[in-house]
T-cell receptor, first 113, second 109 residues
Framework: EADIYQTPRYLVIGTGKKITLECSQT?????MYWYQQDPGMELHLIHY???????EKGDLSSESTVSRIRTEHFPLTLESARPSHTSQYLC????????????FGEGSRLTVL | GQNIDQPTEMTATEGAIVQINCTYQ??????LFWYQQHAGEAPTFLSY??LDGLEEKGRFSSFLSRSKGYSYLLLKELQMKDSASYLC??????????WGAGTKLIIKP
């Protein structure tokens, strides 16, 4: 069973608020990812990290930031939330080998009013 | 551009067999993955193919043809709990996963 945790699971906030979605894993994985997924749609990569102090932008990164100060922690921050940010946010980690198996957290469902 | 195609929805009967197809066009290929995602939950890993052929794992099998840019996931002895979305993903030349939109599988009694 994967040990990767996301908080909050559900969040409803107003436009313009700053929010941070937390993600922690206890598997010692170097690679971590943030994905955005709307119902019935594909996963879109927002940010990823290959290790401490390493962060890279994905396809939808322009309105959010991440940090990787510790191996186990990979928070995602939206500086000013908008209704278009309403979505499911999934954090994942992997061992970093070529099998590419990702272990996902349970997700954070964000609603911006 | 990079593209993953799979049917949007399929329906099958409990106890039967169903095949979910996936075709892909990507910049490079470093493996194809199938994930299962129940409604409202996170995806879970099912299979990984990097060489041509069939990989069997219990009731689930996955096939790959790299020359055709084609894969399928075969589910046997369907159970009601198999009702879920099945996501096809390809690892490209940069070792990034490109995801399909998923196939929603509905199992009827």
């Amino acid at each position: 069973e994967a040990d990767i945790y996301q908080t909050p699971r559900y969040l409803v906030i107003g436009t313009g608020k700053k929010i941070t979605l937390e993600c922690s894993q206890t598997m010692g994985h170097d690679k971590m990812y943030w994905y955005q997924q709307d119902p019935g749609m594909e996963l879109h990569l927002i940010h990823y990290s290959y290790g401490v102090n390493s962060t890279e932008k994905g396809d939808l990164s322009s309105e959010s930031t991440v940090s990787r100060i510790r191996t186990e922690h990979f928070p995602l921050t939206l500086e000013s939330a908008r209704p278009s940010h309403t979505s499911q946010y999934l954090c994942a980690s992997s061992r970093g080998d070529d099998t590419g198996e990702l272990f996902f957290g349970e997700g954070s469902r964000l609603t911006v009013l | 551009g990079q593209n993953i195609d799979q049917p949007t929805e399929m329906t099958a009967t409990e106890g039967a067999i169903v095949q979910i197809n996936c075709t892909y066009q990507t910049s490079g290929f470093n493996g194809l993955f199938w994930y299962q995602q129940h409604a409202g939950e996170a995806p879970t890993f099912l299979s990984y193919n990097v060489l041509d052929g069939l990989e069997e794992k219990g009731r689930f099998s996955s096939f790959l043809s790299r020359s055709k840019g084609y894969s399928y996931l075969l589910l046997k002895e369907l159970q009601m709990k198999d009702s879920a979305s099945y996501l096809c993903a390809v690892m490209d030349s940069n070792y990034q996963l490109i995801w399909g939109a998923g196939t929603k599988l509905i199992i009827k009694p």
